[in-house]
């Protein structure tokens, strides 16, 4: 059993012979000594557990194994969250970060990250600020609101909301409007979780302003009215308007919040899009408190954004869940930027990145996709058929859900594909997926969509399609 002196294992060099190599010079001076050890033990320990499989590499020279040494170190040092181009369709992607940020903004958030400021600080005064003013007077004018304050995001605002006007106390809210937004947002859970008691009034599809009259008593902490922005009832429906839930409220002394969702500061029917609500629409309508998202249709960075009367957000500031909810520098650095390219409507559209996607012509989105088509057959060399097609993108993350936008890609059908395998065209995508620049479109009928609607820099996205290293084998 024993005899096996001469077997390729006990040729295996060992950690220090491999550490005093020319190779590792370079190794070290970019990784540091610790990981290049930790990384040759690890390769050296794949290869001993290959030996004598049919996995057993040919090539097992000194030169080649630091060659996997550097590879997996340049692997295991790639940070875990990277740029992909988001090609699905949805211009505002929950999964792939949502709104990308305007250069005014990322320069701000720069500068901010960099070093001191004046975050909380007056330096009129010379004393301590708060950090709320740095967006105040621009959410104000923006919205018409009399006060602002910003947060987390609008699932927090929403919470803290709750939780400031009426905790312990009921909250009538539409069962038309009891949304869950992916990723375990449900109205009812927040309600429960900021200490209020979700007072459900009318049905799934018609809500009169008599069933929030005979729901408001002397238990009611705040009425709420959700934005249903992720999905749309038809057919026999009734809501009561926000004027007059708003005179309601006013009546019998009781709040009235309303959560748009996403929310935008401008007119979309200009660029083509229905219209979706706004702010300063129900800040119009008398809403005591407004919450939105700062990235979602806004185009800016994750935040929730509180606009309303004075007094409200006041008692909102006041509330200790505030302090583990608010924003950082670098948050209000982009969203002040943001907002401040709002100032400038006539050229919003071409500075601000989702506001650009969402009104590209589709004529320039199809003669992209015809350009692409040419690079990318000769990426796929003929295992793919690449085909220029119509199709439809979507705003996304919650907001005006039922609105297809024409848009123009490639849809990609692997030339072997089996009958109702789909083994082949599983590959085909993870491929795109494992290119440097991962590539995520959708599949749809058996084919590989990619819709150019949200790919600006088409250099760098045919540039990296020789490395598809597609093949009858699974990718990696
Ligand atoms: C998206 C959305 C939220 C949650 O906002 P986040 O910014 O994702 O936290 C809350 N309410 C409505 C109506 C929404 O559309």
Redesign the pocket.
């Known amino acids: 059993m024993t005899k096996q002196n001469t077997s390729p294992r006990a040729s295996l060099p060992s950690v220090d012979r491999l550490l005093c190599r020319e190779e590792a010079d370079a190794l070290i001076a970019a990784y540091g000594r610790p990981a290049l050890a930790d990384a040759i033990r690890g390769v050296l320990a794949n290869l001993r557990a290959a030996l004598g499989t049919k996995d057993t590499p040919n090539d097992m020279t000194e030169t080649s194994i630091m060659n996997r040494v550097s590879n997996r170190l340049t692997e295991e040092s790639r940070p875990s969250l990277r740029p992909v181009f988001n090609l699905t369709g949805t211009v505002l992607h929950t999964n792939l970060g949502r709104a990308a940020l305007p250069a005014e903004a990322i320069e701000a958030v720069a500068i901010a990250a960099r070093g001191a400021s004046n975050l909380e600080y007056d330096l009129a005064g010379g004393r301590r600020g708060d950090r709320d003013a740095h967006l105040e007077e621009q959410l104000c004018r923006l919205t018409g609101a009399e006060a602002a304050t910003v947060v987390n995001?609008?699932?927090a605002a929403?919470l803290l909301v709750l939780n400031s006007l009426a905790l312990r106390k009921e909250v009538p809210t539409s069962r038309g409007e009891l949304?869950e937004?992916g990723g375990s947002?449900r109205m009812p859970d927040i309600m429960a979780r900021s200490g209020c008691r979700l007072r459900e009034v009318g049905t799934t599809n018609r809500t009169h302003l008599s069933d929030y009259e005979a729901a408001i008593g002397p238990k009611t902490g705040l009425v709420m009215k959700?934005?249903t922005?992720?999905y749309a009832i038809e057919g026999f429906t009734a809501t009561v308007p926000e004027s007059e839930l708003a005179r309601l409220c006013h009546d019998r002394g009781v709040p009235f919040a309303v959560?748009l969702?996403?929310g935008t500061l401008i007119d979309l029917r200009k660029f083509g899009l229905p219209h979706e609500p706004t702010p300063a629409e129900s800040l119009a309508s008398s809403a005591d408190v407004v919450t939105f998202?700062g990235?979602?249709l806004l185009g800016g960075p994750q935040a929730?954004i509180i606009v309303g009367r004075a007094s409200i957000v006041k008692k909102i500031k006041r509330n200790p869940m505030k302090r583990a909810l608010r924003v950082d520098k670098m948050t209000i650095a982009a969203l002040s930027a943001v907002l401040n390219l709002y100032a400038d409507p006539d050229h919003l559209v071409e500075r601000l990145p989702t506001l650009r996607a969402l009104a590209r012509p589709v004529e320039e989105i199809r003669k992209m996709a015809e350009r692409l088509r040419v690079s990318l057959a000769v990426g796929l060399n003929s295992l793919a058929s690449v085909e220029v097609i119509n199709c439809d993108s979507q705003v996304g993350?919650?907001a005006l859900p039922t609105q297809r936008i024409p848009s123009a890609g490639l849809a990609i059908r692997p030339a072997t594909e089996r009958r109702g395998s789909g083994t082949a065209l599983q590959r085909l995508a993870a491929a795109f997926r494992s290119l440097p620049i991962p590539v995520i479109g959708r599949l749809q009928e058996g084919a590989l969509i990619l819709d150019f609607r949200c790919l600006e820099d088409e250099a760098a996205f045919a540039a990296q399609l020789s490395a598809l290293a597609l093949s009858e084998t699974p990718a990696r």
């Open positions: 995001n609008n699932a929403v949304i937004i947002f959700v934005h922005s992720n959560d969702g996403s998202s990235d979602k929730g993350s919650g």
